[in-house]
């Protein structure tokens, strides 16, 4: 359907009442929706990409929809625990992140914090100790910046022809020959840092700005520890946010993660897939590490009757309306939703280190790899 007749009939539905009968039904109290969020932006982090950066006014008014709509906030483990019993609240959530970026201590936590609404994140925790941005995120951002011009002559850059910033098109082709060069290179990431530095120089933006702003940089151990401390649930989601095929390696993955986490109290039971991409075998190689539970980004609310290492979330973005994301709080939504399923490439070779479907998760895995 049309995003605005989708939008509009929505609205009908709302007038309706169709929204509260389903909300309060029966069909509902038994399911639990699992809300997933990315970046909250500090700048201007949501124009570049909306789909994975939020304004920090549009979470703010979805947590006012969830107060407004006395939605039972549930800590994680709690709600799953209380899914089984089949003894969940009415109009029950739960809230996740995934990656644990500085833009969460910074711009998402101090929000979440005024309404008091449990919250989950699932932390990749390799890259938090080295202070720099992802690359790839921040030469797409640092093109973005200078999207009304045409550099002349990018020699340093490595680059021959001129590099014309203007189209979203010609952007991206620049930021793929910048990874697949570096990645052929085998640069370090200290090189490659020095090599985002002269594409911010190039543009005349200072880098050491962005250095300092922490955009695109992870939350660091005494980052994590503080927000554990006033009760932030800290979960897998891999060390270098990547799950090879190898079930050695993969569990290695597993282990590593929760070691870094292990510091912040309890143990991590639950795990998120980078980039929503699974595998059959995966469950089976979660259970052998005690993981109990691992949550997707396919579309749907999770029911008793769900795999609980293939549980269903609800992608929030700015890209949504507020309309849209009541529709899922009440349930409707996966009734409405055409693609369920997020989409899964499988990386080519058998034991490769990483899976990745977008800008975000390739770049962090590519940045582990480099490391
Ligand atoms: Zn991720």
Partial sequence: MLIPVRR???????????????????WRENRLLIL????ISRYDEHVWRPSLY????????????????QYNVLRFGEALQRLQTGDLPPRSLAITFDDGGYDFYAAGFPIIKRFGFPVTVYQTTYYGDYQEPIFNLVCSYLL?????????NPKELGLTEPLDLRTETSRAQIVRKLVLDADA???TGVQKNDLAATVAKSLDISYDEIISSRIFQLMNSSERAELAAVGVDFQLHTHRHRTPLEEGLF???VQDNRRSL???????IHFCYPSGIYRPEFSTWLQRENVVSATTCDSGLASKRSNPFLLPRFVDSSARS?????????????????RKAAPQIVPAAAGSASQVNDAVHSALANQARRK
């Fill in 144 to 152: 973005w910046k200078g999207r009304d011009r045409i550099l002349q």
């Fill in 251 to 253: 569990r290695k993955e």
């Fill in 36 to 39: 997933c969020y990315h970046g």
């Fill in 322 to 338: 507020g309309v849209e994301f009541e529709a899922w709080l009440t349930g409707l939504g996966a009734w409405m939703t055409l």
């Fill in 185 to 187: 290179s085998n640069l």
């Fill in 262 to 268: 292990q510091q912040l109290g309890e143990t991590a």
């Fill in 8 to 26: 509009a009939a929505l609205h009908l539905l709302r007038s309706a009442g169709v929204f509260r009968l389903v909300s309060e039904s029966k």
């Fill in 54 to 69: 939020m304004h920090p006014e549009v979470l703010l008014q979805r947590l006012e929809i969830l107060k407004q709509g």
